[in-house]
């Protein structure tokens, strides 16, 4: 069965480099999500892209993160100036349709740990 | 505004016992209901999902939810507990173009 992968799995950074993490969704799906779920809290939802645009995000999606679509098979979320906050476990998912309003559920990656330091 | 609160953030079983994990929501328009699982290590995986229709849900490895509007409920339930149902679970409504999840409920199973 097709599934979304994300490389690395784990991220170690100094705060205040950019990282960029990144994550091959399933080939024929066409909408990309990125959640965050800090140690010991929910997951959140950050930001969700469709062709070739955000279509929605959260608000912890600031100016600091973005996300790309470099070529036809990678989705990268980037964060320019990493903070100690920024710590969290980092999940892609993606989705034949619309996540909410279809009958296609979402495909989770097993996600990156980032760890700022 | 939307949220979902998952009552009890672990609970543990005994092997072959009802599972009963908790989930209560708010919502200002009418929601689209999701589990998820989580496995150490792993990705999120959807157990079910409602969005209209009937209000008992079935998912995968046994496990069902009912949808209770007048409780603004969705309970997750599985009759008999397995050693490999132990992980984190997820609760989340979805509304217009937001989507929410709880704060998670790890499941232990006890032999």
């Known amino acids: 069965e097709p599934e979304v992968t994300q490389t690395p799995s784990h991220q170690v950074t100094q705060m205040g480099q950019e990282v960029i993490l990144r994550c091959v969704p399933i080939?024929?799906?066409?909408?990309f999500y990125w959640y965050r779920q800090i140690l010991g809290q929910k997951v959140e939802f950050l930001v969700s892209f469709y062709n070739n645009e955000i279509s929605e995000k959260s608000e912890i999606f600031d100016d600091q993160f973005s996300v790309e679509r470099p070529d036809g098979s990678n989705f990268t979320l980037k964060i320019r100036s990493t903070k100690l906050e920024d710590s969290a476990m980092y999940f892609c998912?993606?989705?034949?349709?619309?996540?909410?309003?279809?009958?296609?559920?979402?495909?989770f990656g097993d996600g990156t740990r980032l760890s700022i330091l | 505004a939307q949220s979902v609160t998952q009552l009890g953030s672990h609970v543990s079983v005994s092997e072959g016992a009802l599972v009963l994990l908790r989930c209560n929501y708010s919502s200002s328009v009418p929601p689209y209901l999701f589990w998820y699982v989580q496995y150490p290590n792993q990705g999120l995986q959807l157990l079910l999902k409602?969005?209209?229709?009937?209000?008992l849900v079935k998912g995968i490895n046994g496990f069902e939810a009912e949808f209770k509007k007048s409780e603004t409920s969705f309970h997750l339930t599985k009759p008999s507990a397995h050693m490999s149902d132990a992980a984190e679970y997820f609760c989340?409504?979805?509304?217009?173009?937001?989507?929410?999840f709880g704060t998670g409920t790890s499941l232990t199973v006890i032999p």
């Open positions: 080939s024929n799906h066409l909408y």
């Open positions: 998912a993606s989705s034949s349709q619309d996540r909410i309003l279809s009958n296609q559920p979402q495909h």
């Open positions: 989340a409504v979805g509304t217009g173009n937001q989507f929410y």
């Open positions: 409602y969005t209209t229709g009937a209000t």
